[in-house]
């Protein structure tokens, strides 16, 4: 049996040494091997920017390589190789080779190969994923006002995406269920297009409001990509009667004013007053009903029918004219606070005052106790008279200031 010469022998083992070198994965470290290049997997989205690091621990001078998914050489150490001026040398060290991708493109993912020319050659590997970025959500089926009761259907549909977005529905702060998310993939291509739809039954309060789709995805921040699309709910009116004034005073000019409450408002409205004829002062403007000057005679109930072509509803006010000299409650009011706030003033000046007269009243005897103290202590009436001479006569020396 014959065996091979030791250079083919040496021949075969580089080989074998290459060949399991090439499947060694990006994550797996050897500590103990020095000169075994490391490297780690990257995500970026379409249109960024991605660094793709090779270290070794020691260097025996031997240079690192970067190679791209056709295994075709990117950087040599600090020389290019190839032409491509998306990729830009980052950092060349004995023991460090970086280079960075700008305008990453959907073909640029896969698996890129960093080398050192050692004896044997030794390999490690990282997995570039790039993420395809959805576009801003479009939604349809709400073209046209739609009338309460009524059913919606609104259909949110984002292209682009990889791996496949995910929708969501809000309603102002308040997120909907809608159903779930449709996936479908883009022939040639890897991208995915999502669709959902959210079904809707409106009512009155769903008129103006901000439906919106968001898309959520990896490449993008939390409602960074959103389509709002307000609602037109078409409803009956809910008439109501308001009055100019709360105190309708004989004499005046007065008016009452049928709000319809509804969307369209009402084309068309109708003044009566219950169990007659309206006054003959009584002008219908539209939504209003003029009174050039009130009687007592104008008193009752009166009616408004307000139609907008969608429903038609009727309010009523009762009319109470009241005397020329009559005060509003308001008045009444502000007079009785006035009035406490007075009493309460008058009060504490009365206080004031008590306090005071007090005051002067016992600093007045203190006085006189003090200049009578000297006859107090005298034995008879010849010493008390001249105790309190003598009194007055010290008292002299004294300088006593009033104010």
């Not at 290459?18 to 970026?44: C, I, R």
């Not at 960074?224 to 109501?240: F, G, H, I, M, W």
């Not at 008045?331 to 000046?349: E, M, N, Q, R, T």
């Not at 008590?354 to 200049?371: F, S």
Request: glycine share 8%; aromatic share 6%.
């Amino acid at each position: 049996m014959a065996f091979p010469s030791a250079p083919s022998a040496l021949w075969i083992v580089g080989l074998l040494t290459v060949l399991l070198g090439a499947a060694v994965h990006s994550n797996v470290v050897y500590y103990d091997d020095p000169l075994q290049p490391t490297t780690k997997d990257e995500t970026v989205a379409v249109g960024g920017t991605v660094t793709l690091t090779c270290q070794v621990a020691e260097t025996d001078n031997s240079s690192l390589q970067w190679s791209n998914t056709a295994q075709q050489t990117l950087y040599f150490g600090e020389k290019r190789a190839l032409r491509d001026n998306r990729i830009q040398l980052h950092r060349s060290t004995p023991t460090e080779l970086s280079i960075t991708i700008a305008e990453v493109q959907l073909s640029d993912e896969g698996e890129y190969t960093c080398s050192i020319f050692t004896m044997p050659v030794r390999m490690a590997r990282a997995t570039v994923t790039v993420l395809g970025v959805p576009s801003k959500p479009q939604i349809s089926g709400f073209e046209d006002p739609v009338r309460e009761g009524e059913t919606v259907t609104l259909t949110c549909t984002s292209t682009g995406s990889k791996p496949p977005a995910s929708l969501r529905w809000y309603r102002g702060d308040v997120e909907l269920e809608g159903g779930p998310d449709v996936v479908e993939s883009v022939p040639d291509s890897p991208t995915y297009n999502v669709s959902s739809e959210l079904t809707l039954k409106l009512s009155r309060d769903d008129n103006d409001a901000l439906i919106t789709c968001a898309v959520n995805h990896d490449s993008l921040k939390p409602q960074d990509k959103r389509t709002d699309q307000a609602l037109r709910v078409l409803y009956s009116p809910n008439a109501e009667i308001k009055p100019e004034s709360d105190l309708p005073r004989e004499g005046e000019k007065f008016y009452l004013r049928c709000s319809g409450n509804s969307n369209p408002e009402p084309s068309t409205y109708i003044w009566q007053k219950k169990d007659g004829e309206l006054p003959p002062l009584a002008k219908i403007d539209d939504a209003y009903l003029r009174f050039e000057m009130l009687n007592k005679s104008d008193n009752g109930v009166y009616l408004c029918h307000a139609d907008n072509g969608i429903g038609d509803s009727m309010a009523e006010y009762t009319l109470l004219v009241q005397d020329p000299t009559a005060m509003s409650t308001g008045s009444g009011v502000d007079h009785a606070v006035i009035g406490g706030v007075v009493a309460v003033i008058v009060f504490i000046l009365l206080c004031l005052l008590i306090v005071l007269g007090r005051y002067l009243i016992r600093h007045k005897g203190t006085y006189l106790t003090h200049e009578a103290k000297g006859s107090d202590d005298a034995p008879d009436a010849d010493t008390a008279i001249i105790n309190a001479e003598g009194g007055q006569s010290g008292s002299e020396d004294k300088k006593e200031y009033f104010i």
